[in-house]
T-cell receptor, first 113, second 112 residues
Framework: GAGVSQSPSNKVTEKGKDVELRCDPISGHTALYWYRQSLGQGLEFLIY????????KSGLPSDRFSAERTGGSVSTLTIQRTQQEDSAVYLC???????????FGEGSRLTVL | GEDVEQSLFLSVREGDSSVINCTYT??????LYWYKQEPGAGLQLLTY?????DMKQDQRLTVLLNKKDKHLSLRIADTQTGDSAIYFC????????????FGSGTQLTVLP
């Protein structure tokens, strides 16, 4: 597609359930980022993938969070045993190889009841 | 440490100028960015400035950088209702995979 695509756009789940959020980056972008945006907060870095290198997971807030990127393209962010404080918008971005500009998806809004 | 600070809210009248301010801490930042987020959408790059510049103008947008004080501002001339959005300041980190640190965003409301 023309832009970064994320799904689902909205997810409501019960506390304790697992959720998966998907990101399909712009074709040809080798770098992919996940950020979390909470109400009134900036963008919190979660994880970064660059090509075939080991991902930078230093922003993941707990071991309930994990992410993978298959075939250097689509990425999935998984949150296990969700908690209410996980409620946020999860944004994915990919980077243009030349300029380094981040292109963002529209985000997945997660609500944990 | 890495920290980017912005005020959370700004209201202006349509046709007035808006000035959104940002302070950052990483003196080695090479680029500073302004991103715009409209309701229900992701962030879009508005403009950026290289750290050896002190001003950049792009149509209705003027970016001012005071590197000594680590202060960045975005001025929007003749603000329109379509400019209502959240504006994020971000600093880059050379050599860091994290690429950018974002501020908390400033919610700009344009009143008719």
């Amino acid at each position: 597609g023309a832009g970064v695509s994320q799904s689902p756009s909205n997810k409501v789940t019960e506390k304790g359930k697992d959720v998966e959020l998907r990101c399909d980056p712009i074709s040809g972008h080798t770098a992919l980022y996940w950020y979390r945006q909470s109400l009134g907060q900036g963008l919190e870095f979660l994880i970064y993938f660059q090509g075939n290198s080991a991902p930078d997971k230093s922003g993941l807030p707990s071991d309930r969070f994990s992410a993978e990127r298959t075939g250097g393209s689509v990425s999935t962010l998984t949150i296990q045993r969700t908690q209410q404080e996980d409620s946020a918008v999860y944004l994915c971005a990919s980077t243009s190889p030349g300029t380094g500009e981040l292109f963002f998806g529209e985000g997945s809004r997660l609500t944990v009841l | 440490g890495e920290d980017v600070e912005q005020s959370l809210f700004l209201s202006v009248r349509e046709g007035d100028s808006s000035v959104i301010n940002c302070t950052y801490t990483d003196s080695s930042s090479t680029y500073l960015y302004w991103y715009k987020q409209e309701p229900g959408a992701g962030l879009q790059l508005l403009t950026y400035i290289f750290s050896n510049m002190d001003m950049k103008q792009d149509q209705r947008l003027t970016v001012l950088l005071n590197k000594k004080d680590k202060h960045l501002s975005l001025r929007i001339a003749d603000t329109q209702t379509g400019d209502s959005a959240i504006y994020f300041c971000a600093e880059s980190h050379p050599g860091s995979a994290r690429q950018l640190t974002f501020g908390s965003g400033t919610q700009l409301t344009v009143l008719p």
